[in-house]
């Protein structure tokens, strides 16, 4: 049985999806661009500073459903450009310290809204 998760500190969806679906003990959290839900906007700055508000959002969202940055256990990272990787995983790096989960990252054509990074991730109890 799979439960619709939406946390109201995080980003609405965009489009036909939702922010998360658990579903038999898994949390799988749709792609989070850089946007402060209090403006409604991508946050100022470069890489860094989008890298970590994604992955703020995706913390307001493992937070909803019960679940905490340890339960990660798979992340897929995109970048606009793969010249932002080392910047995008110095700000990663602080969020997972110790059993990192598995990860893709790689560098799209163009992200929604020009955004610089959206990041996903899949949690497990």
Do not use: H, W
């Not at 991508?42 to 905490?68: C, D, H, M, P, R």
Request: glycine residues 8%.
């Amino acid at each position: 049985m799979k439960k619709v998760i939406n946390s109201p500190k995080a980003p609405k969806a965009i489009g036909p999806y939702s922010q998360a679906i658990e579903a038999n003990g898994t949390l799988y959290i749709s792609g989070q661009l850089p946007v402060d839900v209090n403006t409604g906007k991508f946050v100022e700055g470069g890489i860094k500073e989008q890298t970590e508000q994604s992955l703020k959002n995706i913390g307001y969202i493992l937070e909803e459903a019960g679940y905490t940055y340890a339960n990660v256990v798979k992340t897929t990272c995109l970048l606009s450009d793969i010249a932002n990787f080392a910047s995008m995983n110095e700000i990663y790096a602080k969020y997972f310290t110790q059993e990192c989960p598995a990860r893709a990252a790689f560098a799209v054509k163009d992200l929604p809204l020009g955004a610089l990074v959206e990041i996903e991730v899949v949690a497990a109890k």
